[in-house]
Structures are given as structure tokens and as C-alpha cells.
């Protein structure tokens, strides 16, 4: 079909969300409203029981998680929408969701913090939560969209991503995308890849819950599939049943590290712009990005060699990736809705001699192309 | 291989029915202590189950954290042993996933009344067809002996030494007044009607509460001079009274009374048959609308 016949929607990136999920095959959503993050339910609810999908509002967001991972060990393709708080206090189901295995998708709509901070205002600084947010070892995966249209893509790339590892997986939207319109292309069935987890083939008497795999997933079979298995947030072993054996404990927790980091490649999505000669990086995520972009345009209009990187992929960090496009250029700019986050991780990655600068703001108000071009100005 | 109720011939010893439903492997013995009351909660309920002869593929048992709430590790069923106070939440995921599965939960007190007090009455308020077992020993078990909702007022527990100057939950009344529609209270000395009322609860369309008075003797017990399981047991015996017999009691006489059998029950309508009902007016409006 061409693209004059696509279905085209005017949407603010919370519906485009909803709608990547349910493109994903979303069928079971749980939440409890918190702005900027409502809409994300309110369309879910909407459009779920048309499909015969499930739409419930529990009584809080650990109830909510709770309610996902049980649709989600039941078979469904489930997700979430919240906000900092609320996110905060899925933390410890999200924990529960990593230690079993079970995929689950989390839009997080950042919005300023600590506690319930500033509820319309733009921010980024849950960027560490979405990494560290629960207690123990684990490793996390959080993608970041810039706009209506990528939010959608995105969305499908998490589910993607949380069927193909088995783990739940953060959207980190940001309330200003959440929250503006764009006139988006809805893609046809069949254009986006769609990934499900996979089945176990073995004997239902063979079935172990949490094998080692050469790749590090489990198979993963629905209730009611003949397979009776048991899942535990205590440390388990193979058949997922609770153990204390040293030999047992250390390579639960290595299959839920290398699961992930042996496939960075494969998670890892980078956007970059006017690299090869680019003497300045700007390095940003979600909105932020947008206004390097522009940015970037406009000082290259006056002849300045900058360029842009958008982490599309901002958990597991893409440090083999960000040492090589930045290895020709002499400064990197990283722009961040909050007091820094990321820039630890760009001053862990990259090597000493590079000049690593920092433009930050925290006041609920967005980063203009501007103030990139002011701080530009400032280190060139 | 399960049995039916009108499988009536040779009866079977009750262990061998009990070992049908315990897992293969290497998840005996238990961590239970010797004589606890949830082991007899255990029994009753295969039995229970064992009666009704479901499908076992189509049984999901759910737990939180404790003593009781380890009870479906032990069982062959789909499992999920969850996180503290939030067995009903994840039961609720499954069960609004997959109506056609039976969904059991195992909890303790402190579970399902202290950390998990706002999803245990909202899970009653939503009427969902899930059967609770709430093992009710007064006292947190498995961290060693700390106050409980359930803990009465006056009694002793590590963080209540000299007494508890709390007021206790009842969880039967909480559950009545919150929309649950099947509340009984059952007893480990009155093991058939125990094995009764988990049945009925099982069968009952909507949220069925079945509270279980069990013995910890090895806390409860011992912080208050109770004696072994025994001599609890002997108590919970003295102390029982039923249903009948306590609506003719004065509350002055009912104080420190256990009312035993069925206190609630009725026909309200059920969260996942109600949703069902929004999905299928949909796909009628689709059909006549043409698309
Ligand atoms: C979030 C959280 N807080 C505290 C605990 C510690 N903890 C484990 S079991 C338990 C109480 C169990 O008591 P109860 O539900 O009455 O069960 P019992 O052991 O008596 O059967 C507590 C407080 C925990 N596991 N998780
Ligand atoms: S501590 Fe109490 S509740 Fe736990 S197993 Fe022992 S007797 Fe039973």
C-alpha cells in the first residue's frame, strides 16, 4: 500500500502508546491513574474490551504490576502506564517480574520529582530508576521515543524486547512528548516486526522454569498448557524452585545479567546525525533530542562541525557503541532534563582526554535549541 | 487420573491422595514445623480439591509470603509464590486473564491483612472468583514470632512483649462488609467441616473467604503460655461455638468465642463475568455496525 492510504492519526504520544501496544498484541493492561500518564490508561480502557482484550484499574501500581505478572504468566501480552511516584512504588513487583522472568512493559511518563514534584512539568530524572529502581542484581532495559510518531515504534520495540528476553522493560517517555500532537502514520499489519516468546517443545515431566539456555532464555509456556511450573521470587533453581546452594544461587543471577548484556548489540538503537566530521557531540535522550537536532542544523547552516547522538536505547547503556562515534571528536555536549544522570554513564564510557560538558535544567521547563547553541558557543 | 465425586468405590487412604498432589522431586520435606496447622489446612484442601476432580491444568494457586504462603510450592498446580501481602493482586492478573482457570490463594494473617490489607478488601469489593484460604495462627510465623493484625488485643508477640495494646481485625466481618460474597471460618480441630467449607468456597462463583484458625504453637503458643499443638487445638476446641449457636449469644458471651461454619454468603455478580458482558455488547455493536 502506499503511504498516501496509510491510516494517519493526529495524537499526543501517550494514545501513540497505546497504540504501538496494542499493535504489539497488547491484550491485558492494569494501572492506577497519575498524571502525565492517564491518557495511556484511559485509551487502553477504551480499546481493549473491543478486542476482547482485558482492562482493569487496580487499587494501587504494586497491585498493578502484581495483576500484569499474574496475566503475564497466564499468557498475555501485558503493559502499564505511570509516573514517577507511581513508578517508584512498582519498584518492588518489578523486582519480582525480573527475578522470574516474566515479560512485562512499564511507560513511565517522567515528570519532576522527588515525591510528587511538579505533576505537569517536564523532567527526566527517573533515568536512574529505570536502572536501579528495585533492590538486588539485575540488569534493566529502558528505551527512550523523541516523538509521537518513534513513541509508537518504540513501544512495539519494547514488547519486542521484553517477549524476546523474557524481562520487563521501561518506556521512558517524557511529559512533553506525552503531552504534544503530531499527525502520525499508523503502519499496516505485517510492517513491524513482532516478536513472541518463545514455547517450550519438551515433555511437560521435562520442563524446567528458569533453564540455562544457550542464550539465556527460558521457554516460556502458558497456563493451562500442560505445563505446571512454579515461579518464586526467592532464588531458585533451575526448575524454579527456592535454593540456598551457593553453586545454584550465583548462576541464576549470571543468566539474568548475560541474558541482556551478552545482546547489547541486538537492544541497542542510536540515532546519529553529521558524525563523521563533528568536532562537538551533543548526546541526549527523549525531548532533549529534538532540540539538538535543530540545533545541530542550525550551527552547521553557520559552519560549525557538531553533531548529534539520541539514545534511543538508554538501558543497557551503549558504551562499546558511544566510545566508537565518539572517538573522533574532541567534546561531547550531554543535555539532560535533571542534575546529570546519564552524564556518569558518558564519563564512565568514554576515555580521559575527551572533554565531557554538561547542560542540565530542573526546572520543569524543556531544553530550547538555544540554550544547546549557547552552551555550544560556550565550549567551542 | 483424577477422581470424581461419584468415584465413590474402594475408597482411597488419605495419603495417597494427599502424595497425587504433591510434586515429584525434591520439594519435600517441608519447612514447616512439626504438628503446625497449616500441614492439616494442606490435607483438607487436596481432599477438597480431590472431590471436585478438576482438571489440575486448570488450578492456579497463588501465595504470599510466610509460613502459610509456602504451602504451593508443595503442589503440583500451576504456582505463584509472589511477594509479601500481594498474593491477591497477582491472583486477580490470572484469574481476569484466564476466567476458565480456578484460582486458589494460600495466605497468612499478617499477609493478607497487614501489607496486603487494601488489595484483600478491594479483591473482596470486586467480588472476582477467587478462593482465599487465610491461615490465621494470630502471629507472624515465619519471622519468628512478631504481632500480627490478628494478633488479640492483651496477647503477646516479640514486638508486643507485654502485651498488645492493639485492637485486632476480624477478617470474616472485614471480608461481609467489603462485598465478599462466600466468608466462612474453619478450625484445624474440626478437620471435616474444615475440608467443607474449602470445598463449598471452591465452588462458590465469586470471592470466597475461608479463614482458618491454625495453630503456631511454636510462637503464638509459647509467647503465651498455650502449650504444644496439642493442647491448642484442645482450646480452639473448648473455644468454638457455631454459627446457630453464637446468633442466640449475648456479645458479652461471645468475647473470646471462635464461631465456626458458613457467616456469609450470597449471589452478587462477578467482576470477570461483568467485564465479559462489556466485551460481548461491543462485538454486537461491531457486528451491526459493519466493521
Ligand atoms: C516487603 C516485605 N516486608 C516484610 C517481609 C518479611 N516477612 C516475611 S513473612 C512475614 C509475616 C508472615 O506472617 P503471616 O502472613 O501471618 O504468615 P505465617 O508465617 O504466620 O504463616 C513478614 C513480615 C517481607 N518478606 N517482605
Ligand atoms: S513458625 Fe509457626 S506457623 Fe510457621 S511453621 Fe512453625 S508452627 Fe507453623
Redo the contacts between chains.
Keep these: 500500500m502506499s503511504v498516501a492510504q496509510k491510516k494517519k492519526l493526529l495524537l499526543q504520544a501517550n494514545d501513540s502508546c497505546v497504540e504501538g501496544a496494542l499493535y504489539a498484541g497488547m491484550n491485558f493492561f492494569a494501572g492506577y491513574p497519575i498524571t502525565p500518564s492517564t491518557e495511556i490508561a484511559e485509551l487502553s480502557a477504551r480499546e481493549l474490551p473491543k478486542i476482547g482484550g482485558k482492562f482493569i484499574q487496580m487499587e494501587d501500581e504494586i497491585a498493578s504490576v502484581a495483576a500484569l505478572i499474574g496475566a503475564s504468566a497466564s499468557g498475555a501480552k501485558v503493559m502499564t502506564g505511570t509516573s514517577g511516584p507511581g513508578y517508584s512504588l512498582m519498584q518492588e513487583l518489578i523486582g519480582y517480574a525480573y527475578m522470574v522472568e516474566v515479560p512485562l512493559v512499564i511507560a513511565n511518563v517522567q515528570r519532576g520529582g522527588p515525591s510528587t514534584g511538579l505533576p505537569t512539568k517536564v523532567s527526566q530524572a527517573d533515568t536512574m530508576q529505570a536502572r536501579w529502581g528495585t533492590h538486588g542484581d539485575y540488569n534493566a532495559i529502558a528505551v527512550a521515543p523523541s516523538t509521537v510518531g518513534d513513541t509508537l515504534t518504540e513501544t512495539v520495540r519494547a514488547f519486542n524486547l521484553a517477549e524476546r528476553f523474557r524481562t520487563p522493560v521501561t518506556i521512558l517517555l517524557d511529559e512533553v512528548i506525552a503531552h504534544s500532537r503530531e499527525i502520525i502514520e499508523i503502519p499496516e499489519e505485517g510492517e513491524l516486526e513482532i516478536i513472541n516468546r518463545v514455547k517450550p517443545t519438551c515433555k511437560p515431566e521435562d520442563y524446567k522454569s528458569s533453564e540455562f539456555t544457550e542464550n539465556g532464555v527460558t521457554p516460556m509456556p502458558a497456563y493451562g498448557e500442560g505445563y505446571r511450573y512454579h515461579l518464586t521470587g526467592l532464588t531458585h533453581d533451575e526448575r524454579g524452585f527456592p535454593t540456598n546452594n551457593p553453586s545454584e544461587i550465583s548462576p541464576k543471577l549470571e543468566k539474568l545479567r548475560d541474558k541482556i548484556l551478552n545482546y547489547t548489540d541486538e537492544i541497542v538503537k542510536l540515532r546519529v546525525e553529521m558524525l563523521d566530521d563533528a568536532e562537538v557531540v551533543f548526546i541526549s535522550y527523549g525531548s532533549v533530542s529534538r532540540a539538538a537536532l535543530q540545533a545541530v542544523s542550525l550551527a552547521r547552516g553557520v559552519g560549525v562541525k557538531v553533531g548529534c547522538i539520541q539514545l534511543y536505547t538508554i538501558w543497557p547503556f551503549p558504551d562499546e557503541q558511544l566510545r566508537d562515534l565518539c572517538s573522533k571528536c574532541k567534546k561531547v555536549i550531554v543535555g539532560e532534563l535533571n542534575m546529570g544522570q546519564i552524564i556518569h554513564e558518558v564519563r564512565r564510557v568514554l576515555p580521559n582526554d575527551k572533554e565531557i560538558h554538561s547542560l542540565q535544567r530542573y526546572d520543569g521547563e524543556i531544553l530550547t535549541p538555544m540554550q544547546l547553541l549557547e552552551k555550544l558557543e560556550e565550549v567551542l | 487420573m483424577t477422581t470424581t465425586e461419584t468415584d465413590k468405590k474402594a475408597p482411597k487412604q488419605r495419603s495417597d491422595i494427599a502424595l497425587q498432589y504433591l ?1 515429584p ?3 519435600l520435606p517441608h519447612v514447616w514445623c512439626p504438628g503446625c496447622g497449616i500441614g492439616v489446612v494442606m490435607g483438607a484442601y487436596i481432599r477438597a480439591l480431590d472431590k471436585l476432580g478438576w482438571d ?3 488450578v ?1 494457586m ?1 501465595s504470599g509470603i510466610g509460613c502459610s504462603s509456602r504451602m ?2 508443595y503442589m ?8 509479601h501481602g ?1 498474593a491477591l ?10 476466567p ?2 480456578n484460582v486458589v490463594v494460600i495466605t497468612g494473617d499478617g499477609d493478607a491483612l497487614a501489607i496486603g490489607g ?2 484483600f478488601i ?1 479483591a473482596c469489593r470486586r467480588n472476582i472468583n477467587i478462593t482465599t484460604i487465610l491461615i490465621n495462627n494470630s502471629i507472624y510465623g515465619m519471622t519468628g514470632g512478631q504481632g500480627s493484625p490478628a494478633t488479640p488485643s492483651g496477647d503477646k508477640s516479640t514486638t508486643t512483649p507485654y502485651g498488645n495494646s492493639e485492637k485486632h481485625f476480624d477478617p470474616c466481618t472485614l471480608a461481609t462488609a467489603a462485598g465478599a460474597s462466600y466468608v466462612a471460618r474453619a478450625s484445624v480441630h474440626a478437620v471435616p467441616q474444615l475440608e467443607k467449607l474449602i470445598k463449598g468456597g471452591l465452588a462458590h462463583d465469586g470471592f470466597s473467604l475461608i479463614e482458618v484458625i491454625a495453630n503456631c504453637h511454636t510462637y503464638y503458643g509459647r509467647l503465651n503460655r498455650l502449650g504444644d499443638a496439642v493442647a491448642m487445638l484442645r482450646r480452639y476446641k473448648e473455644q468454638s461455638v457455631t454459627v446457630a449457636k453464637a446468633r442466640k449469644m449475648s456479645p458479652e458471651e461471645l468475647e473470646g468465642k471462635i464461631v465456626l461454619g458458613m457467616l456469609h454468603q450470597d449471589e452478587k455478580t462477578e467482576f470477570c463475568n461483568e ?1 465479559q458482558k ?2 460481548e455488547l ?2 454486537k455493536k ?1 457486528g451491526t455496525n459493519g466493521n
Excluded: C, E, I, Q
Excluded at chain 2, 503440583?76 to 511477594?83: K, P
Excluded at chain 2, 493482586?89 to 484466564?98: D, E, L, M
Design positions: 510434586r522431586g525434591k520439594k489440575r491444568d486448570a492456579a497463588v504451593p510450592v503440583d498446580f500451576h504456582s505463584l509464590h509472589t511477594a500481594r493482586p497477582f491472583a486477580t492478573g490470572v484469574k481476569f486473564n484466564r476458565d482457570m487494601n488489595h478491594h467485564y462489556v466485551v461491543l462485538k461491531r
